[in-house]
């Protein structure tokens, strides 16, 4: 669900369904509350309300406040797994200047096919979760058969040979790393108490009275989009490569990959 929203809705919208429902709900509710029980308007069990708004909330906070900064963390590691991979795919193209023409052309080609495939294939499989190695495979065998195809002459080719290999090595690893995380998700016990903990708060603030009702709906919205805000950002951040705040390609188009998209 969160997934088809993310891929179907802008994060504004989300936060006009998501915030402006649950204040929305959270102010009906109230209401429908204090009509039922026209007593609660005295305020009588306000202190015991209080001690238990207390409680749930810093449980509650505590809880949120882990599950964003975990999110957030995952964003910021996924960026640097794809920054990395298009480092590498960058440093295989400039060792392979030092290569014969034909050699580097060879090498060229192969990490243009797999840039392209990783941006085109790949990308709107990661983007729908679905993310497969084989959408990637056959270039990345195609890789390394270009480098292996190659015998350095001397020291110096040695050297760049060397290079050009270990990088490889390292793009193999970092699209591992890229296609686990393509696969992450909160799990379901953390989604449990993050969207169930708000279905104990916000009823809870029906139950603390207050004499005007502008006061209390007040207190209710405020409380309500509070919490709903902080489920758009978890929703938001739940998804590397879904949604407006998702990882994007942009860095396989970039520096010594730039060339390969010169044509598009």
């Known amino acids: 669900m969160i997934l088809w929203l993310l891929n179907h809705l802008s994060t504004f919208v989300i936060a006009v369904l998501l915030v402006g429902g649950l204040t929305g709900l959270a102010a009906v509710g109230s209401l429908a509350a204090r009509r039922r029980f026209p007593h609660l308007a005295q305020g009588d069990h306000n ?14 906070g505590i809880i949120l406040a882990f599950v964003v900064v975990t999110l957030w963390t995952q964003l910021e590691n996924t960026q640097n797994i794809v920054a990395n991979e298009a480092t590498d795919l960058a440093l295989v193209v400039r060792s392979a200047d030092a290569f014969p023409p034909a050699d580097r052309a060879r090498i060229q080609q ?29 270039q990345t065998h195609a890789l390394y058969q270009a480098l292996q195809a190659y015998e350095p002459q001397g020291p110096r080719a040695e050297t760049f040979y060397a290079e050009a290999v270990t990088r490889l090595n390292d793009v193999a690893a970092q699209r591992r790393a890229r296609i686990t995380m393509a696969e992450s998700s909160l799990p379901i016990l953390l989604q449990v108490l993050v969207y169930g903990g708000a279905f104990v708060i916000v009823p809870l603030t029906f139950l603390f009275g207050l004499r005007s009702l502008k006061m209390q709906l007040l207190f209710v919205s405020a409380v309500a989009g509070l919490i709903g805000f902080s489920l758009l950002l978890v929703v938001a951040l739940d998804r590397p490569f879904a949604g407006d705040l998702s990882v994007t390609p942009a860095p396989y188009k970039e520096a010594a990959l730039a060339q390969f998209w010169a044509a598009g």
């Not at 202190?47 to 509650?60: D, R, W």
């Not at 990661?126 to 497969?132: E, K, L, Q, Y």
Request: proline fraction near 7%; avoid cysteine.
């Open 47 to 60: 202190e015991m309300v209080g001690v238990a708004l207390g409680m749930f909330g810093a449980i509650y």
């Open 110 to 138: 192969a990490v243009g096919a797999y840039t392209h495939a990783v941006v085109e294939v790949q990308w709107p499989l990661m983007r729908d979760g679905r993310p497969s190695y084989e959408a990637t495979g056959p």
